[in-house]
């Protein structure tokens, strides 16, 4: 992981008490990428002994939230990250350790202007989700805005 954002996984994991309780680790961060992994954990596995599609979901998003506060990191003084709507499609059936990466569709440059032009800007992450083979078990779009502070 890039020593220049390795204090985003400490702020998650700060932040968002999910993301310790759930066993979320982050394995690669950069401004507009992010990869975490989960383990195989049985209490967390659903009626057909994968991940619960809850937290398959919840590693996406977490992965997802991550790209925004590294890529957006300079403007949460003035602003809010909030999650606006996200869509999943479960492709095959995930069994075992699981893998998220998420990455920003849009340049970060855009959505900082329409910030600063007084708009509430919104942006996509898109996941992929994958086991431990490497195979895509799901997709997510996750769609956030920057929700302006009130002064």
């Known amino acids: 992981m890039s ?28 401004a507009d990428r992010v990869v975490c992994t989960l383990p195989d954990v049985e209490s967390q596995r659903n009626h057909v002994g994968g991940p619960h599609a809850a937290v398959m979901f919840g590693l996406a998003e977490t992965a997802s939230g991550a790209v925004g506060l590294a890529t957006f990191n300079q403007v949460m003084s003035r602003a809010t990250p909030l999650v606006v709507k996200s869509e999943i499609q479960y492709k095959k059936l995930a069994l075992g350790a699981l893998t998220a990466e998420a990455v920003l569709t849009r340049p970060a440059a855009e959505v900082v202007a329409e910030l600063e032009a007084g708009t509430r800007p919104e942006f996509t992450v898109a996941c ?10 799901a997709l997510m779009d996750v769609v956030w805005t920057l929700k302006p502070n009130k002064r």
């Open 3 to 30: 020593t220049e954002y390795a204090w985003v996984a400490d702020a998650m994991k700060q932040s968002v008490p999910w993301v310790s309780t759930a066993g979320v680790e982050f394995t690669e961060v950069a």
């Open 128 to 137: 992929t989700i994958t086991n431990a083979e490497g195979v895509t078990t």
